[in-house]
């Protein structure tokens, strides 16, 4: 039996999109981002459609992301970016994951259990090139960067890959791209001068692989435009597909009087009789409680706004006279091309001031994802 609710990926859009991707790069090889359970569309079966539309490596935030590809079989390369203390370092040294390094602590474990391993360790410097989050200072960066050639000199370790990551990309023109270039420039002739050859060197996300060819060096990272969104608001990528349809059948509709107050707080009243209709689909599923009165739903062939308050499993809609009856399909988000009317994840980041990536990555577990496409 179908369920109720379910979160339908179209892993052909995603194939698509990897080589539309791999097209709009001028053929610079593709990272496919799959961390977050592949944006909240299913890892595995992300990672073998990028994969099958070219992406040649995979990246993750996590090693426990990394050693599920591995494990699920995937062999190629895949770079994983956070490692906190603790993170099981040595196990992706086996599985021959590399790992991304921001600083000297993180250095010195990985070289420690390649030694204990005896196997060699491959490491992807990341530069702090202005983002201020991950990545090593440059006040840093020329002894790291010695640690690493030292300890690749001694057969533990290879320096696979030198990265940074953009902090306004998804702002064309915005002065920290050019500084942050200019810094990653930097950054790579102090490895230059140590004598490391990196096989990659990359600082690409989906926003400078769309508008920015002189960031695309060995590899571009693609996570949010894989799945068919565009990190850039009102830029339009002709061609890219929203891959994720957020759906759910109306549990039951019911008439109610004008000035019936609606769903918890009564932050909504009916200006006149009318049938309401109960979407079960919640905050526990990932439709934000800031939705109330705001989230675009298209219901019964009109595109509507939630009625009330949204609660942890349901939603109230008013649709006024319209012949809509339980069983009814609602789709929340879906792709423009398949359902002309139905808001999209972007229009859900707007009414909501945030980003396509907070509206399909927060889809919580209670939704099944149905999978249409792939081989
Ligand atoms: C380090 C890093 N690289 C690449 C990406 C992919 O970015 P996007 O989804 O904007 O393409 C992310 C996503 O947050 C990231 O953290």
């Excluded at 990272?31 to 944006?39: E, Q, R, S």
């Excluded at 079966?45 to 699920?72: D, M, N, Q």
């Excluded at 339009?236 to 609606?262: C, H, Y």
């Amino acid at each position: 039996m179908a369920p109720f609710a379910h979160a339908r990926v179209d892993l052909d859009a995603i194939t698509s999109n990897a080589r539309l991707l791999g097209e709009l790069a001028g053929g610079t090889p593709l990272m496919g981002v799959v961390k977050a359970d592949g944006y909240g569309h299913g890892m595995l079966p992300s990672a073998h459609a990028l994969i099958e539309g070219g992406a040649t490596w995979l990246g993750t935030a996590f090693v426990k992301e990394g050693l599920e590809l591995r494990r699920a079989g995937i062999t190629v390369p895949v770079l994983s970016w956070i490692i906190p203390p603790g993170e099981p370092v040595g196990e992706a040294i086996e599985a021959d994951i590399d790992l991304g390094v921001s600083d000297r602590a993180v250095l010195a474990e990985v070289v420690a259990q390649a030694r204990r391993l005896g196997r060699v360790a491959r490491v992807q410097l990341k530069a702090d090139t202005g983002l201020h989050r991950g990545g090593v200072d440059p006040a840093e960066w020329e002894p790291v960067v010695e640690a690493a050639a030292r300890a690749e000199e001694e057969g533990v370790l290879k320096v696979s890959g030198v990265w940074s990551h953009f902090a306004c990309a998804d702002e064309p023109g915005h002065p920290s791209i050019r500084a942050q270039l200019d810094a990653f420039h930097e950054a790579l002739e102090v490895v230059e001068k140590a004598g490391l050859t990196p096989e990659v060197r990359h600082i690409a996300n989906s926003a400078a692989l769309l508008t920015l060819p002189e960031a695309r060096f060995d590899l571009v990272r693609g996570g949010i435009a894989s799945y068919g969104l565009c990190p850039i608001p009102n830029f339009d990528v002709p061609g890219l597909r929203p891959a994720m349809t957020l759906e759910s059948k109306v549990a039951l509709t019911k008439r109610v009087p004008a000035g019936s107050g609606v769903s918890y707080g009564h932050r909504y009243f009916t200006r006149s009789e009318t049938t309401l209709a109960l979407v079960p689909l919640g905050y526990a599923d990932g439709v934000p409680r800031a939705a109330t009165n705001k989230g675009p739903v298209l219901l019964g062939d009109a595109r509507r706004v939630i009625a009330g308050t949204v609660c942890m499993d349901q939603f109230v809609v008013d649709v006024g006279d319209d012949p809509v009856a339980a069983g009814e399909y609602a789709v929340l988000f879906g792709d423009p091309g398949e359902h002309p009317a139905a808001p999209t994840a972007q229009d859900w980041a707007e009414v909501l001031d945030t980003i396509p990536y907070e509206i399909v990555t927060r889809v919580g577990v209670r939704v099944p994802r149905e999978y249409v496409g792939g081989v």
